[in-house]
């Protein structure tokens, strides 16, 4: 007997566009079990959904719903049905969002609810006008200045920094070939995260951090939780204004995409006063593709920057290349770091 195979025809389906146009129901979903620590409180444990319920102070109705959802999207594991049924974590929740653990990242996610969510729904104003939607549209003032002002807003904007930051300079530091250097310095350093990354793995390095006043004390707390106190420098600088510390290797992690062309050069000039010859600027973001089709998120992360900056945007390699060229520097390579993130050199 024969058989004959008939290919289904291809069927053209919305399915995509309503998970996207609807994903803000399980993005809010995962931010809000951030917020509540629920990953935090399940730990290494398995709970009911009745003591879930009591410890984080939930209202019975949405309880179920809400867990089972987070079990759908793949954020937690049950074990049975109902009343009955035990709540975990998953590894990966377990790993990057339980608190108690050093390889916490949900610094970045708790920003995102408390600040960026209610922002971005202001990106159709954004597109038309070119402004910023975030605090200065309310206060007058620029994001930094307001951030920076607010002791716990700039712990918070510092810890969602270094949630969104860890793995990629984990990466860094291991990628990018230090041995031939003997020295470095972090601009817009925050609270030291590169530096204390990069002095853990090169003890041969000399390391200095520098961030506005504010953002010192916080760093040096950091260095010294990390034990590396005595051999990370840690002082102030406005990049803007002063001069940057002479090094073999300066570092900036998600700086240039804050600033607008004009200021992306300034920085990038005073990167090349500062550095000898074959000194290196490394830059760490998530660098668009030149084709700018393939990585969304570094796209999405400029229009962030619409919603946050005056005039920053995130960039492409070839667009970083021209501007070192113009500064002076002799040849730029790229390295791929975690996810969406790269390090592009600038060499002198």
Known sequence: MTTLAIAPEKVTSPARLFETGMGFMATKTLLTAIK??????????????????????LHSRGLYDFLDALVALGFLQRDGLGEGALYENTEETGLFLDKNKASYVGGILEMANDRLYKFWNDLGEGLRTGNPQNEVKYTGKPVFEAIYADPAGLRQFLGAMAGIQAGTFAVLAQAFDFDNYHSLCDIGGANALLAVTVARAHPHLAITSVDLPPVEPIA?????????????????????????????????????????????????????????????????????????????FGLLMSLNMLIETAGGFDYTHADFHRWAREAGFRATSKIPLAGPASAIVAYK
């Open 220 to 296: 040096r707390e950091h260095a010294a939780q990390a034990g590396l106190a005595d051999r990370i420098t840690l002082a102030s600088l406005d990049m803007m204004s002063q001069p940057f510390p002479q090094a073999d290797v300066i570092t900036m992690g998600n700086i240039l995409h804050d600033w607008d062309e004009t200021q992306k050069k300034h920085l990038i000039r005073k990167a090349y006063e500062a550095l000898p010859k074959d000194g290196a600027l490394v830059v760490i973001e998530n660098i668009i593709d030149d084709e700018r089709q393939h990585n969304a």
């Open 36 to 57: 509540l620590e629920l990953f935090t409180l399940l730990g290494e444990n398995a709970l009911p959904g009745a003591a879930i319920g009591e410890r984080l102070g």
